[in-house]
């Protein structure tokens, strides 16, 4: 069974920075696209980043561009979500995601509070 696993959460003030990190359980990780959602108190999960198989193709959701920076390493299976110039409204619970195959995977989550 694969597994998703999230660190790095936390609270930091508003124009602070956290890195999150996801290692999954998976020695075919390399073949896993991999990417970041995160959710809100009372709003749906949203798209945050996405990074391809190699990490040579990233997309961003506009509100956390030029901020936010998704990468991987594929030895170490693990993909990272480097938050910078954190906001207020960037609070939430944010979930780690692969997929491969057609099947999609989540972690449990890790929370996010950004104090303004």
């Known amino acids: 069974q694969v597994q998703l696993v999230e660190s790095g959460g936390g609270l930091v003030q508003a124009g602070g920075s956290?890195?999150?990190?996801c290692v999954v359980s998976e020695r075919t990780f390399r073949n896993y696209r991999m990417g970041w959602f995160r959710q809100a108190p009372g709003?749906?999960?949203e798209f945050v980043a996405l990074i391809s198989t190699s990490g040579g193709i990233t997309v961003y959701a506009d509100s956390v561009k030029g901020r936010f920076t998704i990468s991987r390493d594929n030895a170490e299976k693990t993909v990272s979500l480097q938050m910078n110039?954190?906001?207020?409204?960037?609070?939430?619970?944010?979930?780690?995601y692969g997929r491969e195959s057609g099947v999609d995977y989540w972690g449990q989550g890790t929370q996010v509070t950004v104090s303004s």
């Open 85 to 96: 110039s954190l906001k207020p409204e960037d609070t939430a619970v944010y979930y780690c």
């Open 18 to 21: 956290l890195r999150l990190s």
């Open 43 to 45: 709003k749906e999960r």
